[in-house]
């Protein structure tokens, strides 16, 4: 009678992987040779399992390789693993296009990143195609996953029949795909004297057949002695040998791997429900990137283009995570804190415009521990806008046209000395604003999309979050307060309240925080607002920028010069128009108002993205929302001081001046602006505070 397996062939969706050099290549030990024949399974339990009419061979496969490697190693009662986890891992990190979501196969480079980035779980704790939520006990798949690391992993030459042999050796196992042509098909219709020793019946590949994943157990003079994911009633109770010939005609990919060792703190981070601490209350999150992303995850959102929550990468959101950060992290927080029953502090941290996700994640790393150990709730949202790439990449190809063209005797390199500052903010003027259109598109969206991580975050955290239970603060970096604008206009309007807002030189335009946080600053619904950002003279020094075409100065003044279309406009975070907004305020907002200019009292940083990454400023952030008093006294402008907008000057014509009032006004009369008051500095400890330093960890 046909099977299933002879009746509907199952898919076959694996893609190759593509060329790495990273990749480190197998090289086999010398010792004695191996036997001429080997099996893996005869002395173990592990048998075939059976993915049914899903795509997930790559899991399946992976899994059924663990679970060999684990009862090698003795360690059977942890077997078997979740092949389901292993394939989520390997569709989020795989390189090819389509969304995680679907169900469309992978490569196996994919399933061995996720392996090596979270560990796998046991199969119990993840039984379907859809990722579980979160819970925080001893059933929560991402946490059991740490007990199961990933150890030395090497690429295998398919070519390579003799390296093949002495991996299966060392090892027990090895992880291969290969185009699965039609004589497949045949190991589901077999009768019971066929299936003891069955070979997969070589054919050639038909230009519609797929890739397939699978374990590889053992070999004899035929071939290899392949466990396939059809299921037992497959081949030799999943079992078949695939001829040399077949294998070098349609082979993929091939990979040998090792179980990581469970250190103590692998151990450790599996049983802490939350951030660890130790005895004295301080947080501990390990040094080892791989492991500080897993123990900093829960408390970032990640979004993608449009605010939409990261289905890839490091640090995966789903809605259920969001639930779990703002009801059960905040749970365990409190109990951790001792803060059952009182007002808690929770902190949004929103990073700037220059950051991919590696960067991003080295600034959660610094901010998440330091705000928690703090009695501080920290929630962050990564937002992945790698403004700095993009725009160095474009800066390349424009460099290349100008080099192109012929050029005086003088040489362009001397011409780049005398005018270089203007000509890039003209040359990038076009695609920089294009680029910087999109990066302020999405930050809005973070809090106008339907389905954004601020709207999740919202609807999650009502009640929970709620004034009388919680005071909310906002800390922006660069062009997240651009994206914080945002959230305190949409927020706010909702009925939120802000006890403080702190942006690190703020990238937004005047006119939008005049627009979206200010009228809330008057109505009492943002209590306190703080700023830092650089003196003007360390403005005009920034290196920051100087790999885009050698710019000499700050992005703040890139981006007011020539990223908004080629028109001077007014940023917050430049000293100069920060102090002319703030000369504009009425006396009872301008109280509640501070900033510090750095490198001073309230920061040492000497560049723009320098902020985020600066002791002081932590120190001085977290002070401001504990309501503590910061070393220095803060630029305080009056109605009589205040200095006005510089002169205003558009690059390819007139250009309109941000106002208070009426958000676009009329040229600058061109008179000079006053000069800001100096803050003074009080001498203090050598880190700005009073009061000694917590050692760092």
Not at 272 to 291: E, K, Q, Y
Not at 339 to 350: F, G, H, K, P, Q
Not at 570 to 592: C, F, N, Q, T
């Amino acid at each position: 009678m046909a099977t299933a397996a002879s009746r509907r062939p199952f898919r076959r969706p694996v893609v190759p992987d593509r060329l790495d050099l990273r990749d480190r290549p197998y090289t086999p030990p010398v010792g004695m040779a191996p036997p001429a024949s080997a099996n893996s399974l005869q002395r173990l339990r592990v048998r075939a399992l059976n993915q049914e009419d899903t795509s997930a061979c790559t899991g399946f496969a992976l899994s059924m390789c663990v679970n060999i490697l684990l009862h090698r190693a003795g360690r059977g009662d942890e077997a078997p693993v979740s092949p389901f986890m292993l394939y989520d891992m390997a569709r989020r990190y795989d390189e090819f296009p389509g969304p995680v979501s679907e169900d469309s196969g992978s490569s196996l480079r994919g399933a061995m990143k996720g392996w090596y980035k979270h560990g796998v779980c046991g199969r119990d704790f993840w039984r379907a195609l859809a990722m579980p939520p979160a819970t925080l006990d001893k059933t929560d798949w991402w946490l059991d996953a740490a007990r199961r690391p990933l150890g030395a992993y090497y690429r295998i030459d398919t070519r390579s029949v003799s390296d093949m042999h002495a991996a299966i050796h060392d090892v027990g196992v090895i992880y291969a795909s290969a185009i699965c042509h039609a004589g497949w098909d045949d190991g589901g219709a077999l009768r019971s004297a066929q299936r003891r020793g069955w070979a997969i019946p070589p054919r050639k590949a038909a230009p519609d057949d797929g890739g397939h994943a699978f374990a590889i157990v053992g070999y004899d003079r035929r071939g290899f002695l392949i466990l396939n994911s059809w299921g037992p009633e497959w081949g030799d109770d999943g079992l078949a040998v695939l001829t040399y010939d077949d294998w070098l005609d349609n082979a993929m990919d091939c990979w040998v791997a090792q179980l990581g060792v469970p250190t103590e703190q692998h151990l450790e981070i599996a049983r802490s429900a939350s951030l660890r601490t130790d005895a004295g209350g301080a947080v501990c999150i390990a040094a080892d990137p791989v492991l500080r992303n897993r123990e900093i995850a829960p408390f970032i959102i990640d979004m993608e283009n449009n605010g939409e929550l990261s289905r890839t990468g490091d640090f995966r959101t789903q809605e259920a995570d969001v639930r779990t950060l703002v009801v059960d992290h905040l749970r365990e927080f409190r109990k951790t804190h001792g803060l059952e029953r009182d007002v808690v502090d929770i902190a949004i941290y929103a990073h700037g415009g220059l950051t991919g996700e590696d960067t991003a994640a080295k600034t959660a790393a610094k901010w998440i521990p330091a705000l928690y150990q703090q009695r501080i709730f920290p929630i962050f949202l990564m937002w992945e806008t790698d403004l700095f790439s993009t725009i160095a990449n474009r800066c390349r190809d424009l460099i290349a046209q100008l080099t192109a063209e012929p050029r005086p005797t003088a040489g362009l390199r001397d011409q780049l000395r005398r005018f270089w500052n203007t000509r890039v903010e003209r040359t990038l003027a076009e695609p920089g604003s294009w680029i910087w259109d999109e990066m302020k598109q999405n930050a809005e969206a973070i809090t106008r999309h339907p389905r954004s991580g601020a709207r999740i975050l919202y609807e999650a955290g009502r009640g929970i979050i709620a004034p009388g239970q919680a005071r909310l603060h906002l800390i922006g970096h660069s062009a997240g307060a651009i994206v914080h604008s945002h959230v305190v206009q949409a927020l706010a309007a909702a009925g939120w309240e802000f006890e403080t807002i702190t942006f690190m030189a703020p990238a937004v335009r005047v006119d939008t925080f005049a627009e979206t946080v200010l009228p809330h600053l008057q109505t009492m619904r943002v209590k306190r607002y703080h700023q830092l950002h650089l003196t003007e003279e360390m403005e005009q020094q920034d290196p920051t920028c100087r790999p885009l075409c050698g710019y000499g100065r700050s992005l703040l003044y890139l981006v007011s010069e020539s990223f908004e279309h080629g028109q001077r406009t007014s940023i917050l975070g430049l000293e100069k128009h920060y102090g002319a907004m703030l000369g504009g305020l009425p006396a009872d907002v301008r109280s509640r108002v501070a900033s510090w200019s750095a490198p001073m009292a309230g920061s040492m940083s000497t560049t723009h993205g320098g902020f985020d990454d600066d002791d002081r400023a932590l120190e001085t952030v977290i002070k401001l929302i504990r309501n503590q008093p910061v070393a220095g006294v803060p630029t305080a402008v009056g109605v009589d001081q205040a200095a006005s907008s510089a002169p205003t000057r558009a690059l390819d014509g007139p250009e309109p001046v941000a106002t208070l009032e009426g958000g676009v006004g009329a040229r600058s009369s061109g008179r000079a602006a006053a000069t800001l008051p100096r803050p003074v500095i009080v001498r203090g400890d050598r880190h700005g505070g009073a009061g000694r330093r917590r050692r760092r960890r």
